[in-house]
């Protein structure tokens, strides 16, 4: 199976070049031109390896890199920055880059750190439909959740939210974003549903709902689903 890389980089025309020169060695190769955007794919998709941009709109990559990790993703990242202080390039480390590379860059040398970062890569699990936080346990193909064993009864709509949660971890959704995304809604209807139903989500699967440890309120911002 070819490996799939994710390209997220806002300068079309080396988002080209990098999207074309991979291809010609036999990746297979998306793209993101933002950090939000990057960032959403990289948590929802399947990766081998990813070429991460620094200067990024909407999302810095040193905040994608991180929330990545954060995630619990383990999928290498390769940072490509028109910075070259030492002090950037140890906060990406440390943030959970792989490696580092200064434009202007020779495309030889990045194929080849491209290609020493995948052989070192584990192998890419098979993506699971079944996901587990602590003793909760969420089958996104069955529709069913459960804790310790006993199954947790959620309407249609409370388990469509809570797969929105789960195919987002560690970012911030705001209420617009899920009455679009789940209900379907315009953004400028003015509804309280969101709060309504994730009260009752709290209600039965937060081990005290009046101290949430997965959906986290953002004041002002929306919910993030921490697992």
């Known amino acids: 199976m070819n490996q799939n890389i994710l390209v997220v980089e806002d300068e079309e025309a080396l988002r080209m070049t990098l999207t074309d020169r991979l291809q010609s060695e036999g990746y297979v190769v998306d793209c993101a031109a933002d950090g939000e955007e990057g960032l959403r794919r990289a948590t929802q998709e399947p990766f081998d390896l990813i070429l991460l941009d620094l200067m990024l709109p909407k999302r810095s990559g040193f905040d994608v890199c991180r929330d990545i990790r954060q995630a619990g993703l383990i999928t290498p990242i390769l940072m490509l920055t028109a910075r070259s202080q030492t002090v950037d390039k140890v906060v990406g480390l440390k943030l959970g880059a792989d490696d580092y590379v200064t434009k202007p860059f020779e495309m030889i040398e990045l194929m080849a750190r491209v290609e020493a970062l995948l052989r070192r890569a584990p192998t890419r699990p098979p993506v699971s439909d079944v996901k587990q936080f602590g003793t909760l346990r969420v089958d996104l193909r069955g529709t069913e959740v459960s804790r310790k064993g006993k199954i947790i009864n959620l309407s249609a709509r409370e388990f469509q939210l809570l797969h929105y949660f789960v195919?987002?971890?560690?970012?911030?959704?705001?209420?617009?974003?899920?009455?679009?995304?789940?209900?379907?809604?315009?953004?400028?209807?003015?509804?309280?549903?969101?709060?309504?139903?994730?009260?009752?989500?709290r209600q039965k699967l937060e081990k005290d709902p009046k101290r949430p440890e997965l959906i986290l309120t953002v004041p002002g911002l929306g919910y993030k689903f921490v697992p």
Do not use: C, I, N, Q
Request: net charge negative; aromatic share 12%; charged share 25%.
């Open 167 to 201: 195919d987002h971890p560690a970012m911030t959704v705001s209420r617009d974003e899920l009455l679009k995304e789940v209900w379907g809604y315009s953004t400028e209807t003015f509804t309280r549903t969101v709060d309504v139903h994730v009260f009752s989500l």
